[in-house]
T-cell receptor, first 115, second 114 residues
Framework: DAKTTQPNSMESNEEEPVHLPCNHSTISGTDYIHWYRQLPSQGPEYVIHGLTSNVNNRMASLAIAEDRKSSTLILHRATLRDAAVYYCILRDVWGYGGATNKLIFGTGTLLAVQP | GAGVSQSPRYKVAKRGQDVALRCDPISGHVSLFWYQQALGQGPEFLTYFQNEAQLDKSGLPSDRFFAERPEGSVSTLKIQRTQQEDSAVYLC????????????FGEGSWLTVV
């Protein structure tokens, strides 16, 4: 499985934008870029995903580099409730070779939000 | 509720004891995953079911770990002769289909082996 590299931790101030980077230099053409986050004492939750084009939803935006070797999760206005571990995950959804399309987590980025 | 439900939420087991952890996926979800998460680490994949078929058990750490989903809905993860290194949060997740559908996680079962 293709791997991702994320900073161990980041800090932000409340109501300011946050840019969480992710490097994935070995991404393949069929890998989607997924972001999940895990709030304290909870299971991971889906945030956003994309393939090539930038994506927006009610939670966040995903900016994907033209060569797809990196991406950035953007929280437009951080709140205290956004404090969590953010995971950037590559996921081959075509299931080649019987792959189960499981999520392979790294250690993620721990985001602290200061009031 | 409409989410993935896990029980028990907390379990303390004595070393050598057998434990069973239950997962109720979202109704109608075909895919079911089990993950193990040690303190300070990301979740690690254990096993995957498509309906009642266990298609991937590559992440199960030893033959003491066994999972089943006999009717394609509820799943049970069983750990025999628990050891201290089994202490972790066990997360269950489900998704509607078998492709790139969003995966929904439960809150986990926190296992402490003493």
């Amino acid at each position: 499985d293709a791997k991702t590299t994320q900073p161990n931790s980041m800090e932000s101030n409340e109501e300011e934008p946050v840019h969480l980077p992710c490097n994935h230099s070995t991404i393949s053409g069929t890998d989607y870029i997924h972001w999940y986050r895990q709030l304290p004492s909870q299971g991971p939750e889906y945030v956003i995903h994309g393939l090539t084009s930038n994506v927006n939803n009610r939670m966040a935006s995903l900016a994907i580099a033209e060569d797809r070797k990196s991406s950035t999760l953007i929280l437009h206005r951080a709140t205290l409730r956004d404090a969590a571990v953010y995971y950037c995950i590559l996921r081959d959804v075509w299931g080649y070779g019987g792959a189960t399309n499981k999520l392979i987590f790294g250690t993620g980025t721990l985001l602290a939000v200061q009031p | 509720g409409a989410g993935v439900s896990q029980s028990p939420r907390y379990k303390v087991a004595k070393r050598g004891q057998d434990v069973a952890l239950r997962c109720d996926p979202i109704s109608g979800h075909v895919s079911l995953f089990w993950y193990q998460q040690a303190l300070g680490q990301g979740p690690e994949f254990l096993t995957y079911f498509q309906n009642e078929a266990q298609l991937d058990k590559s992440g199960l750490p030893s033959d003491r770990f066994f999972a089943e989903r006999p009717e394609g809905s509820v799943s049970t993860l069983k750990i025999q002769r628990t050891q201290q290194e089994d202490s972790a949060v066990y997360l269950c997740a489900s998704s509607l289909g078998t492709g790139g559908n969003t995966i929904y996680f439960g809150e986990g079962s926190w296992l402490t082996v003493v």
